[in-house]
């Protein structure tokens, strides 16, 4: 039986070799294009947020198809994205070439977060707030319909109105520092000289809250501001 014999020439292996090395050099190059596309994508979206200062926020692109060829682009890409879009969690940004009309959209997934504070246990109308039942944690702005709190002390001492799950957050609706039928104590003066008397809440009250109370020894109802638990200011 005669051996069949495949004999290839040394340029042919050059030739082969180049073109594999050419290949691997442009599909890495391509993929460099990409990640830097893809860092300017989320640094661009980030710096147009304008978050709040107390707010936190993260951006991560999602990837560009492998199959996708980015273009040098000599002039630099100019990127775009449309006020409702900043809006949304994930936010779709226009990068465009203008010396080539070449131009890709991508998609940015951007998470704003704040501290907020949530009840950890569940509690019943009437409890005392204190640090056993409340605490931190980091949420989605996009997630809260209501005004929060951001740290705890702002909460300590106030009484809940409603029954509330746990894991939600401690909305100031929710809350009275004095309730209304609650004994108070009144107080009103100066600096150098301050009287105290007793009275009874006629309303609910939150921390800086001005509220009709009922003098226990006048009778008299007066208007005072909530200024702790249990305690409301005249001003004279």
Not at 6 to 18: E, G, M, V
Request: with cysteine; glycine share 4%.
């Amino acid at each position: 039986m005669k051996k069949s014999h495949y004999y290839q020439s040394p340029f042919n292996f050059i030739a082969i070799l180049y073109f594999t090395l050419t290949t691997v050099a442009a599909a890495s190059q391509n993929n460099l294009a990409k990640q830097q596309l893809i860092i300017q994508a989320e640094q661009f979206v980030f710096q147009n947020l304008s978050p709040n200062p107390t707010n936190k926020v993260t951006v991560s692109a999602m990837p560009i198809d492998e199959r996708i060829n980015i273009p040098s682009c000599t002039t630099g890409l100019v990127f775009s994205v449309s006020p409702e879009a900043l809006k949304q969690s994930n936010v779709t940004v226009k990068a465009q070439c203008p010396s080539s009309n070449w131009y890709i959209f991508m998609v940015v997934k951007a998470l704003q977060t704040q501290a907020v504070v949530v009840f950890s246990s569940a509690v019943s109308p009437g409890t005392i707030l204190t640090s056993n039942n409340v605490n931190i944690v980091n949420m989605d702005v996009k997630r809260l319909r209501s005004t929060t709190f951001s740290k705890v002390e702002q909460v300590l001492g106030a009484r809940i109105k409603r029954r509330v799950s746990a894991g939600r957050p401690v909305s100031p609706q929710n809350l009275c520092y004095v309730c209304k039928g609650d004994s108070v104590v009144i107080s009103a003066g100066s600096e150098t000289m301050r009287v105290k008397t007793s009275g009874i809440a006629l309303e609910d009250g939150k921390m800086g809250d001005t509220i009709q109370v009922r003098n226990s020894r006048s009778n008299k109802l007066i208007q005072a501001k909530v200024t702790s638990t249990g305690q409301v200011e005249v001003n004279i």
